[in-house]
């Protein structure tokens, strides 16, 4: 089982950056497959990127391509969300999750996850 714990949010304005950390527990940290997602209020969690178990494949969300970069650190047990850009509408709790399973992971399904951290854009 792996446990995970996000950190680097925060309040910046818009056009700002932010990195985004999960550190993760566990020895087979390197069999999943890794993401984050984000829940902005009133509305549902939503994918925002994911990254294979080796970090060959990353895949993003439409309304962040460009804009972030997933990338992970095996050696260090961590998995990271660059954000550039930042805009209002990235405001979110921001949720890193795991799953052996890509597939799974992109459509929501983690086997585990972070307890959040809160990113807020001002315009």
């Known amino acids: 089982q792996v446990q995970l714990v996000e950190s680097g949010g925060g309040l910046v304005q818009a056009g700002g950056s932010l990195r985004l950390s999960c550190a993760a527990s566990?020895?087979?940290?390197?069999?999943?497959?890794m993401g984050w997602f984000r829940q902005a209020p009133g509305k549902e969690r939503e994918f925002v990127a994911a990254?294979?178990?080796?970090?060959?494949?990353?895949y993003y969300a439409d309304s962040v391509k460009g804009r972030f970069t997933i990338s992970r650190d095996i050696a260090k047990n961590t998995v990271y969300l660059e954000m550039k850009s930042l805009k209002p509408e990235d405001t979110a709790v921001y949720y890193c999750?795991?799953?052996?399973?890509?597939?799974?992971?992109?459509?929501?399904?983690?086997?585990?996850w972070g307890q959040g951290t809160q990113v807020t854009v001002s315009s």
């Open positions: 999750a795991a799953n052996p399973d890509l597939a799974g992971l992109r459509v929501g399904r983690g086997d585990a």
């Open positions: 990254i294979s178990w080796n970090g060959v494949s990353a």
């Open positions: 566990g020895r087979t940290f390197s069999r999943y497959a």
